[in-house]
C-alpha cells in the first residue's frame, strides 16, 4: 500500500504549488503576471522597437492571455501529475482518466473557491473553464499516447 500512496505525492505537491499561488494578495499577482508579460513581449518581433509605453499598453493587452494560459498550462500537470497516482488503482485507462479529470475539475472549484477568501481576488467561473479545459487537454493528449503505444486498456466493470 505505501508505494501506491507514494504515487500521490507528485499531484499533492502541484496543488501545494496551485493553492500558494492562489493565496497570494490581487496586487502581488498581478505584479508577478505583469512582469512574466513584460519579459514575454519582447520574444515578440519588433516589441524590442516599442517606445516604453507602447510595451507598456502591449503588456496590459495580453495580461489575460497570460494569466489564462498559466491556468491552462497549471491543469496540464496536475492532470498528468493525478493520471499517475490514479494509475496506482487497478482500472482502465478510460476510467482512470475520467477520475482524474473529475478531481482536477474539483480542486479547481476548490481553489476558486479558496481564492474567494483572499484580499483583492474573487472567485471567477472562467478560470474553472480554463483549468478543466487544461486538464481536458492534458488527458486527451496522454490518452492519445498511450493508445498509440499500446493500445487502450478495457474498462474493467
Partial sequence: MGRKLIRFIPALVWMGIIYWLSDRPAWESSLQSGGITLKSIML????????????QDLA?????LIRDTAHIAEYVILFAAVFFAV???????????L??????????CTD??????????????S???????????????????KAGKNGIKKDRV
Fill in 87 to 97: 494509475g496506482a488503482f487497478s482500472c482502465g485507462d478510460k476510467k482512470r482518466a
Fill in 127 to 145: 478560470d474553472i473553464a480554463f483549468d478543466t479545459a487544461g486538464a481536458a487537454a492534458s488527458m486527451a493528449f496522454l490518452l492519445f499516447l
Fill in 60 to 64: 496590459l493587452a495580453l495580461e489575460p
Fill in 112 to 125: 476558486e473557491w479558496h481564492q474567494g477568501s483572499v484580499p483583492g481576488r474573487a472567485v471567477q467561473l
Fill in 44 to 55: 515578440i518581433p519588433g516589441a524590442a522597437d516599442l517606445s516604453e509605453a507602447g510595451r
Fill in 99 to 108: 477520475i482524474s479529470l473529475f478531481i482536477c475539475f474539483l480542486y479547481a
